[in-house]
């Protein structure tokens, strides 16, 4: 599975968005990009994940360059709860297993 | 409500005293494996069943069995514990082995002394 590249911390302000970039340049084509969040030693969350398009949940929006070499989570109006360590992973089609790695922390301040 | 449920929360044991951790998912889903997660080493995999009476290694098995007599349930055993298995345990599953988000349960923290 291809490597992925995140910043190891980052701040933002509640009721602000918070936009997560994740940098994975060697991905190749089946491979899809996970985000999962885990707050505090709680069991990894799953957020969301695509492939080439942009995706949109209840929880986050996930954007994907054109050339999939990177993309950025959205939490489009971040609240106190949000604080996590967020991890992008990239998941090839055929994977059973996820890869973590260090993933950034990240600290929503009131 | 859709879970994975791991028991105990917390357990301190000794070394070589057999122990189990359970795990139950009650979402029909066909795949679950065990991650353990160490400062500076993140969540490794351990073992992973594709479905009942399917189990296979992760990448750091040493030292530990599972078991999937049925869909349900995915036990971890330490059979003979030692220190270097202190550690932060997830089990999760899925729907399907892949392509399907995992669901991990709450975590269960083991100490060996």
């Known amino acids: 599975d291809a490597k992925t590249t995140q910043p190891p911390s980052m701040d933002c302000a509640e009721g602000r968005a918070a936009n997560l970039p994740c940098n994975h340049s060697?991905?190749?084509?089946?491979?899809?990009v996970y985000w999962y969040r885990q707050i505090h030693s709680q069991g990894p969350q799953y957020i969301i994940h695509g492939l080439k398009n942009n995706e949109t949940n209840e929880m986050a929006s996930l954007i994907i360059t054109e050339d999939r070499k990177s993309s950025t989570l959205i939490l489009p109006h971040a609240t106190l709860r949000d604080t996590a360590v967020y991890y992008c992973?990239?998941?090839?089609?055929?994977?059973?297993?996820?890869?973590f790695g260090q993933g950034t922390r990240l600290t929503i301040n009131p | 409500e859709a879970q994975v449920t791991q028991n105990p929360r917390y357990l301190i044991t000794v070394t070589g005293k057999k122990l189990t951790v359970t795990c139950s998912q009650n979402?029909?889903?066909?795949?679950m494996s065990w991650y353990r997660q160490d400062p500076g080493l993140g969540l490794r995999q351990i073992y992973y069943s594709m479905n009942v009476e399917v189990t296979d290694k992760g990448d750091v098995p040493e030292g530990y069995k599972v078991s999937r007599k049925e869909k349900r349930n995915f036990p971890l055993i330490l059979e003979s514990p030692s220190p270097n298995q202190t550690s932060l345990y997830f089990c999760?599953?899925?729907?399907?082995?892949?392509?399907?988000?995992?669901?991990f349960g709450n975590g269960t923290r083991l100490t060996v002394t």
């Open positions: 999760a599953s899925s729907l399907q082995p892949y392509n399907s988000p995992l669901h």
């Open positions: 979402m029909n889903h066909e795949y």
């Open positions: 060697t991905i190749s084509g089946n491979e899809y």
């Open positions: 992973i990239v998941r090839g089609w055929g994977a059973q297993k996820l890869v």
